[in-house]
T-cell receptor, first 113, second 114 residues
Framework: EAGVTQFPSHSVIEKGQTVTLRCDPISGHDNLYWYRRVMGKEIKFLLHFVKESKQDESGMPNNRFLAERTGGTYSTLKVQPAELEDSGVYFC???????????FGEGSRLTVL | AQSVTQPDIHITVSEGASLELRCNYSYGATPYLFWYVQSPGQGLQLLLKYFSGDTLVQGIKGFEAEFKRSQSSFNLRKPSVHWSDAAEYFCAVGPSETSYKLIFGSGTRLLVRP
């Protein structure tokens, strides 16, 4: 069974450009989470989908970040326009139930120059 | 404010030696506690979790952790470290067993000397 996959593994962009990160959860997992680790600091919650609905987006830093999960399958996280402080590793995780174990992807490293 | 502190950024131990990684939390209610590990090139993997009951929790790969409410701690231990344990370890707390809006510590990187 495939795990949580994230693409790209690393993206380098200029300040002001747009980047879209993609997450494919484990098949059948209704719950999908995005987390972010900035500059070697703690990993912080961004948002939580249940199927295609945003259950909790309280961790989204500002309106330059847009997350979608059309059809309740894969999810995208778009940063537009990117700023220097957006650099970090973006983790996606999924679980079958809200009380179930979280399975994390390897993360997408974003570098904004 | 809710927070998790991992006071050690790096720890180096010799292979075969015992290991203890520290984790302290600040949380208003009884927390749900987790330890995750990230090995190079891999995603975060759950080592163990504490929701309630026995305060000594056994996890995968020979790890265990002990919840001490009086010290607000949830330290991770392993009696004999293997070279493959070299990784970054994260402690996390959550508001309930049904919500994975986790608060993570900043991580401890473990180096293992041969």
């Amino acid at each position: 069974e495939a795990g949580v996959t994230q693409f790209p593994s690393h993206s380098v962009i200029e300040k002001g450009q747009t980047v879209t990160l993609r997450c494919d959860p484990i098949s059948g997992h209704d719950n999908l989470y995005w987390y972010r680790r900035v500059m070697g600091k703690e990993i912080k919650f961004l948002l939580h989908f249940v199927k295609e609905s945003k259950q909790d987006e309280s961790g989204m830093p500002n309106n330059r970040f847009l997350a979608e999960r059309t059809g309740g399958t894969y999810s995208t996280l778009k940063v537009q326009p990117a700023e220097l402080e957006d650099s970090g590793v973006y983790f996606c995780a999924s679980s079958q139930e809200q009380a179930g174990e979280l399975f994390f992807g390897e993360g997408s490293r974003l570098t904004v120059l | 404010a809710q927070s998790v502190t991992q006071p050690d950024i790096h720890i180096t131990v010799s292979e075969g030696a015992s290991l203890e990684l520290r984790c302290n939390y600040s949380y208003g209610a009884t927390p749900y506690l987790f330890w995750y590990v990230q090995s190079p090139g891999q995603g975060l993997q759950l080592l163990l979790k504490y929701f309630s009951g026995d305060t000594l929790v056994q996890g995968i790969k020979g790890f265990e952790a002990e919840f001490k409410r009086s010290q607000s701690s949830f330290n991770l231990r392993k009696p004999s470290v293997h070279w493959s344990d070299a990784a970054e370890y994260f402690c996390a707390v959550g508001p309930s067993e049904t919500s994975y809006k986790l608060i993570f510590g900043s991580g401890t990187r473990l180096l293992v000397r041969p």
